[in-house]
DNA sequence: TATTGTTATACTCTATAACTATA
DNA sequence: TATAGTTATAGAGTATAACAATA
């Protein structure tokens, strides 16, 4: 079998343990501000950048139905909101509200903040994984 | 600001994003055997080594009233079982029956078999990313 | 008194299927 | 015909609060 794939395996399943392990432990999860859906949308959706509910449904890997009540919830809390598409009349794009601009950066101030299971690296070490991680997730989800 | 701790918060982000996007992409899942918890729980269940519900709900970073429901329903299609803890008589272990051996099994071996988003890294990247992550999971959820 | 597990309740997430309006 | 988004429905995950049994 596996002489000389294993490691890509390997490291599969160490991240799949990692982020089951992590599921739910961000600060705005825990303040119960936000599910962790709501943070996923809230983490693609960049200020300025509206994106198709399509996409956003893409981006969950769930069924298109759901982005519905998911963004209609975020919507009705004043964080995002729908839009036309200039190009096609099917499609709506969704977008930050200020509020939600503002939410989303204490998100991403909150995940910065809150390293502590990495604290156990180096700091030769963080900067590794960084830089494996940036090159895993280059060109991804943008 | 952060001039020496950034890259702890820097690594710390980019695997929450990678944990968002990768949430409900695993084998099991997508054939519809497991839900995402559920493959949490057969995970963290390792033949012949019980654990008690209380500790599950801690490992799963939700309250306890959760567990009752879905061992509920493991139990139900015979992949885990209760037993009276020993030593103390308020507390229930659960153990994995064969049936759950068998696909706890399958279930890590579809995580093995799925390393796609990995194939980027050349060989030592990925030998180097294992390093890293074996010890930042090192003792943990055991 | 404190802890383990349960029940009751309410809300969110998720998939499937059927529908509409566009393309 | 195909696609974007919605609705209806049902099942699963989640938190809070109250409870029984045990420590």
Redesign the pocket.
């Given at each position: 079998m596996n002489a000389g794939g294993s490691d890509a395996g390997r490291a599969w399943q160490l991240l799949v343990r990692f982020f089951l392990a992590q599921?739910?432990r961000l600060a705005a999860v825990e303040q119960?501000e936000l599910?962790p859906?709501?943070c996923h949308v809230l983490h693609v959706l960049e200020p300025g950048r509206p994106v198709?509910?399509?996409?956003l449904?893409d981006s969950?890997?769930?069924?298109?139905?759901?982005?519905?009540?998911?963004?209609?919830?975020l919507e009705a809390r004043g964080l995002v909101a729908?839009r036309p598409?200039p190009g096609?009349?099917?499609?709506?794009?969704l977008d930050l509200t200020p509020s939600g601009s503002r939410l989303r950066a204490e998100l991403l101030k909150g995940i910065a903040a809150r390293p502590n299971p990495l604290a156990r690296l180096t700091p030769r070490e963080q900067r590794l994984l960084v830089r494996l991680l940036e090159r895993l997730l280059d060109d991804r989800d943008r």
């Open positions: 599921r739910g119960g599910s859906v709501q198709p509910m399509r996409q449904a969950l890997a769930c069924d298109a139905s759901n982005v519905t009540g998911l963004v209609d919830r729908r598409s096609d009349r099917r499609v709506k794009e």
